[in-house]
């Protein structure tokens, strides 16, 4: 989604007033509503910004990213609520009924949602407390990727990318098959976003195999993108940028393959080098 803006470019010297498609970006407010000793309770849970559409796959892989769901089932309905507001008229809240919610404790799930969502200011702490909720590290040796799709999949995702040709300023990540078929791809002003999205949308189209697939995404790769990614077990992750030292060290815990600065003829291995193919 985008729209056009007054723009003074300067090229070639001169100066010149254009018209620039830039990205619309809106927040997005969260709620879940859930049953509590059969008393119906709907509770705000995040304020995201995001670029609108797909907003049922964001929070589908929202929830399963932060592990308020285990599974999908867990839904019961999701719907756009409120007036449709600011210059674009737009729905800016959504309400997810929840099935599960004979456990639900709304307190500790705040608690653990900033935890979490703390892009690793917490440290190694941050890092044990994954470990709680995911035990089982990622396959240490599948799969196996080519050197040539590694340094495709950041242009395959580019070419296949509606917003980006249009505004470059958007963000997109991309579940690959190991062969280097592109099987779902969604975009956002946020990476983190973005992701979530997307594995919503693998999720919802059962379309995760994790022995046999790889994500890449546009940036740099940091902690929560490297936790997102390992809650749906796929263990290896592909970023046109720098991973952060924390994102290094959580893929070393779950043995993910970790691959960065990806260019036309280049690429950096920075854990476990064992599912690309060297020769």
Known sequence: MNSKYKVIKFKEDKFEKIDDLISIEEPLEISIKYKNQNKWITSSLSITMRTPGHDEDLVRGFLFNEQIIQNLNEIENIESIGEKVGKYKIQNKILITLNNSK????????????????????????????????????????????????????????????????????????????????????????????????????????????????????????????????????????????????????ANRFDMTLIGFVKEDSFNIYTNNQKVIVN
């Open 103 to 250: 456990n639900i404790n709304i307190s500790k799930i705040k608690k653990d949602f900033l935890t979490n969502s703390s892009c690793g200011v917490c440290g190694k702490s941050s890092l044990d407390a994954l470990e709680i909720i995911k035990k089982e590290k990622t396959f240490k040796t599948e799969p196996k990727l080519t050197k040539k799709i590694i340094i495709k999949s950041p242009s395959i995702l580019r070419q296949n990318q509606s917003e980006f040709s249009k505004t470059g300023g958007i963000h997109a990540s991309g579940l690959f098959s190991s062969n280097g078929k592109l099987i779902s791809l969604r975009e956002d002003v946020g990476r983190h976003n973005a992701l979530d999205k997307m594995i919503g949308n693998a999720l919802d189209k059962n379309q995760i195999d994790p022995k046999n697939q790889f994500i890449t995404c546009s940036g740099r790769l940091n902690f929560e993108l490297v936790q997102k990614v390992l809650i749906t077990n796929i263990g290896l992750m592909i970023g046109v940028g720098a991973p952060t030292s924390l994102a290094i060290d959580l």
